[in-house]
């Protein structure tokens, strides 16, 4: 009787076909993943302008309809630390007109417009987001 051997392990042909199909996997993943941080400040800076936003109509409800010239009058409302635009890392664009204030963010791009997230403006007035 002849005796066989059997060789355990994979071949290199296996072993170049699962480190391929890694590979695609992994670029898949990084192309998913990869604008998730963007994503994540723009939402950042929408939710803190909505707070902005109520903290200037607080302030406009105790000073007889008046906006402040400056954020940083209501800046003891944050602790001393306002909130600031999580892409430029300034102060967010602010502009007070009489009974009306305009908050914007420019979004990743820091250029007026932008379709789509996170290169889209924020635009906050006393009435809430009009983006």
Do not use: V
């Given at each position: 009787m002849t005796r066989r051997k059997y060789r355990a392990g994979f071949t290199l042909i296996e072993l170049m076909v699962v480190i391929v199909i890694l590979g695609i996997i992994g670029t898949m993943a990084f192309v998913f993943v990869l604008d998730k941080p963007d994503k994540a400040k723009?939402?950042?800076a929408q939710t803190e302008m909505g707070e902005i936003q109520k903290?200037?109509?607080?302030?406009?409800?105790?000073h007889d309809g008046e906006y402040p010239d400056s954020?940083?009058?209501?800046?003891?409302r944050f602790g001393g630390n306002?909130?600031?635009?999580?892409?430029?890392?300034?102060d967010f664009l602010y502009e007070a007109s009489g009974g009306d204030f305009t908050l914007k963010c420019?979004?990743?791009?820091?250029?007026?417009?932008?379709?789509?997230v996170p290169d889209q403006d924020i635009v906050f007035t006393k009435t809430g987001n009009v983006t």
């Open positions: 723009w939402t950042k903290a200037l109509n607080d302030y406009a409800l105790e954020l940083e009058a209501i800046a003891t306002m909130p600031k635009d999580p892409f430029s890392k300034e420019l979004g990743k791009d820091q250029a007026e417009g932008g379709a789509d």
